[in-house]
């Protein structure tokens, strides 16, 4: 158990629909990190949170966007879902913005019908 | 931008026997950090092993270690003694040193498979 926790586990929409994914960190970790991981993409950085501020994008989709609070949990909100944003997302965090290695939570699978 | 290959994409080995699990990247950064994540049929991703750029020693973690050639930018993963729970996907990641931001660059991974 890596201490970063993400619910739900599995989502199942439709097209079009918007979804909320939700995670929290280790226990005095300030750095979130959200990485989405497909068949044909792999495992492609989508966006980081440090101490509640958006420090690095990667290829994240306008359509997607995330935050983080100020218990410094963070969510990550996908809308206009399309067939393929269907994947295995995940959360990482690290004590610092830049130092270490990055620990995982288990991942929230979406499907999109 | 940097990049990391993972050139075979499937291995397989016997039990306790010993596998090598090649990776290479490309960076003009000196300092940096490479890891090894295991990622079983769970689909948890899990720390295997670290490497700081800076350190010429190995990092070792009992069965695993690495093999860090810095001048020709590879860092291949080698496990001893090969144990069923070690079937998994290998992803070798590259992440730089320092600063604000500190994302995981991803190789495509290899399917490991260990058979008894």
């Known amino acids: 158990d890596s201490g970063v926790t993400q619910t739900p586990k599995h989502l199942i929409t439709a097209t079009g629909q918007r979804v909320t994914l939700r995670c929290s960190p280790r226990s005095g970790d300030l750095s979130v990190y959200w990485y989405q991981q497909s068949l044909d993409q792999g495992l492609q950085f989508l966006i980081q949170?440090?101490?509640?501020?958006?420090?690095a994008k990667g290829n994240i989709l306008e359509r997607f966007s995330a935050q983080q609070f100020p218990d410094l949990h963070s969510e990550l909100n996908l809308s206009s879902l399309e067939l393929g944003d269907s994947a295995l997302y995940f959360c990482?965090?690290?004590?610092?913005?830049?130092?270490?290695?990055?620990?995982f939570g288990p991942g929230t699978r979406l499907t999109v019908l | 931008a940097q990049t990391v290959t993972q050139s075979q994409p499937e291995m397989s080995v016997q039990e306790a026997e010993t596998v090598t699990l090649s990776c290479t990247y490309d960076?003009?950064?000196?300092?940096?950090?490479l890891f090894w994540y295991k990622q079983p049929p769970s689909r948890q991703m899990i720390l295997v092993i670290r490497q700081e750029a800076y350190k010429q020693q190995n990092a070792t973690e009992n069965r695993f270690s690495v093999n860090f050639q810095k001048a020709a930018k590879s860092f291949s993963l080698k496990i001893s003694d090969s144990q069923l729970g070690d079937t998994a996907m290998y992803f070798c990641?590259?992440?730089?040193?320092?600063?604000?931001?500190?994302?995981?660059?991803f190789g495509k991974g290899t399917k490991l498979s260990v058979k008894p």
């Open positions: 949170y440090y101490n509640g501020e958006e420090r």
């Open positions: 990641a590259f992440k730089n040193y320092g600063g604000s931001q500190g994302n995981l660059i």
């Open positions: 960076t003009s950064e000196n300092n940096y950090y």
């Open positions: 990482a965090s690290s004590p610092m913005a830049g130092s270490g290695e990055q620990f």
